[in-house]
């Protein structure tokens, strides 16, 4: 057993580092939830094309040469479609960050 949690005398500084601690995890959980709502709004608003784009890029690690090859495109239209994703989940996550903290 820590130490810290024991003392009496650091009473105070242990609920500090709680409360602290707690913060910092529900931080994390908003972030959480921000992704996970921005994935099920994105999946509604990104184009098949962006959508393909953005996974295979993002999930898959693949390099525009070769998505544009599988897909059939020019790299110039990959890259339009990947930072056009971008830009909507940008745009999405933004919104529902600012509906999270609003509640």
């Known amino acids: 057993m820590s130490q810290k949690f024991t003392d ?16 910092e995890h529900q931080e994390n959980i908003n972030k959480q939830v921000q992704y996970v709502l921005t994935g099920l709004i994105a999946g509604k608003k990104l184009s098949e094309q962006e959508y393909r784009v953005f996974i295979a890029r993002v999930l898959y690690k693949s390099k525009f040469e070769d998505i544009a090859f599988e897909m059939g495109l020019s790299q110039s239209s990959v890259k339009t479609y990947y930072k056009r994703s971008l830009n909507k989940l940008n745009d999405i996550a933004q919104e529902t960050m600012f509906k999270i903290k609003r509640k």
């Open 8 to 23: 009496i005398n650091n009473t105070d500084q242990s609920y500090s580092d709680l409360l602290s601690e707690v913060s």
